[in-house]
């Protein structure tokens, strides 16, 4: 397998983990594409880690750390525009921000609807 693919199948992986719900894996194949690889696009990638990991704290029951990556995610989305690696980043930046009001209005993490989770919409 040739690095080009290496990194798709990274990040194809990652995208499969998340859209099924498993957070924590979604992080792993993320994290290995970020950590192993340079890429111009590395801050994206460490925004769908940061989001990733923000509902693995979530699953567990730490709302401050939930919120804190939550919001260091939409600070790296918002550094690119328009459709990046086929996500639209204008719908998940604003899916992310309602996450991030539920999270401010919700008293404890069993309470969080997981429908809300953004849906990485692949354009």
Do not use: C
Not at 95 to 117: A, C, G, H, M, R
């Amino acid at each position: 397998m040739t690095e080009e693919e290496t990194k798709e199948k990274l990040y194809q992986e990652g995208l499969n983990y998340f859209k099924s719900g498993d957070y924590f894996e979604a992080h792993e194949s993320w994290e290995d594409l970020w950590s192993d690889f340079y890429l111009e696009d590395r801050k994206f990638i460490q925004g769908l880690i940061q989001l990733s990991v923000s509902f693995v704290h979530l699953e567990r029951g730490n709302m401050n750390g939930a919120k804190s990556l939550l919001n260091k995610s939409i600070e790296k989305f918002q550094l690119f525009s328009g459709v990046h690696r086929n996500v639209n980043l204008e719908s998940l930046v604003r899916q992310i921000k309602v996450v991030s009001l539920t999270y401010d209005k919700i008293e404890s993490p069993t309470d969080f609807d997981w429908n809300l989770v953004p849906d990485l919409e692949i354009v």
